[in-house]
């Protein structure tokens, strides 16, 4: 579905150049519909609970009264919140990275990030924490293998999320999967039932089977929008650094395994061989190392990769379209200058505000010998 929603909106988006909006879609509203659906059960438990409560005090009715609040509570729409073992850069930290993140927010025509995490994936994201809080995610294997434009231009991309939206991950549509998903384990059928315990599977069987439908549905109605989102995220980055820039950034996304491979090697190579995997000597030069050898990979088998990513479909994930026609959109659309320039005394700026967490992370990467892929 990915990939056939990825080439609809290519050949679209492709013949509408200049005119891309992210307006809002048939499919988008009934998503809305189906999630306040969701959420209105929700309610309705919370409200039948309460009832029985008030209206049973003291006798058997405040049981189901109880059960009801409960089950209500555990489906409630929840807000994102920052893990907790989260590194994160606040704004007294790195006062010019997020100078240069609002600069670029502004010619996105949108606000910048409230909190910036750093960690150790070859990829980056947004999202919102709470009702208005922004979270701007950059994993720093990707962030130290990018030229400054192309790190401008990643920066641009995510950012331009929040000038379209992304309806799968807001916050009515995307607590509605969270509740979806909590009644989908609870009516999870028994493993090795008993007679009784067949019975309640059987039971279970149609409301399992409606929630699973509601899921797929959801699916179907937000994945457009969602790869059409990552369209015009694109074009932010392009606006932003560069359309040489952002196309840089999809050769980089698509040597992604090579990122990680190669971190996890050179860990691996600090732990066997460096005076102690705890240590701080252990962990210098993993970062150069790392830029040194995307950067000893040649013209060729970058193109080697495109073919491939090509052949695969590949693509960051699902909510994605395949990279191979991202990059595509880019070389084909009228070239963008940088409305943002990161020269090298600014971007020098930047790499000693995450110094700390840089040499952080690189000793909990050898320290433990591998980063997830």
């Known amino acids: 579905m990915a990939q056939r929603y990825g080439e609809q909106l290519f050949a679209e988006l492709g013949a509408a150049a200049g005119s ?164 989908h384990y609870y009516l999870s059928g028994i493993e090795q039932p008993n007679i009784l315990e067949f019975l309640v599977n059987m039971v279970y069987l149609v409301p399992r089977g409606l929630i699973t439908g509601i899921v797929i549905l959801l699916d179907l109605l937000t994945a457009q929008a969602s790869q059409r989102g990552e369209y015009l995220a694109d074009a932010a980055a392009a606006r932003a650094g560069s359309t040489e820039a952002a196309a840089g950034l999809m050769d980089r996304l698509l040597a992604a395994d090579s990122i990680m491979t190669t971190l996890n090697r050179e860990a691996n190579r600090r732990r066997m061989h460096g005076p102690s995997r705890t240590s701080a000597p252990a962990a210098e030069g993993l970062w150069e190392a790392l830029t040194a050898h995307m950067e000893s990979i040649p013209a060729s088998e970058h193109e080697r990769l495109r073919c491939v990513g090509a052949l695969r479909g590949h693509s960051v994930d699902a909510s994605h379209p395949p990279t191979h026609l991202r990059l595509r959109l880019l070389l084909e659309s009228a070239p963008e200058p940088a409305s943002v320039t990161l020269d090298a005394a600014r971007s020098d700026r930047v790499a000693g505000e995450l110094s700390d967490v840089r040499a952080a992370l690189a000793r909990d990467i050898v320290r433990d010998g591998f980063v997830n892929m």
Do not use: C
């Not at 209500?72 to 807000?79: F, G, I, V």
């Not at 990275?97 to 994936?121: C, F, K, P, Q, S």
């Not at 947004?126 to 994993?139: A, I």
């Open 20 to 183: 891309r909006r992210n307006g809002r879609t048939a499919a988008g509203f009934v998503a809305y519909a189906i999630a306040l659906a969701v959420h209105g059960v929700t309610v309705a438990l919370a409200a039948a609970g309460l009832w029985l409560l008030v209206a049973g005090w003291g006798g058997f009715r405040m049981v189901p009264g109880l059960f009801l609040l409960v089950l209500a509570w555990s489906l409630r729409p929840r807000p994102n919140r920052l893990p907790k073992d989260a590194r994160v850069l606040l704004r007294a930290d790195a006062p010019e990275l997020y100078a240069l993140i609002d600069e670029i927010a502004a010619t996105m025509g949108t606000r910048g990030v409230d909190v910036v995490v750093v960690d150790d994936d070859a990829n980056a994201s947004v999202t919102q924490l709470g009702f208005r809080r922004r979270l701007l995610t950059v994993g720093l294997p990707l962030w130290e293998v990018l030229t400054p434009q192309q790190r401008v231009a990643l920066l641009g991309h995510e950012l331009g999320h929040f000038t379209h939206g992304d309806t799968r991950h807001g916050m009515v549509v995307g607590s509605a999967y969270h509740s979806l998903t909590t009644w």
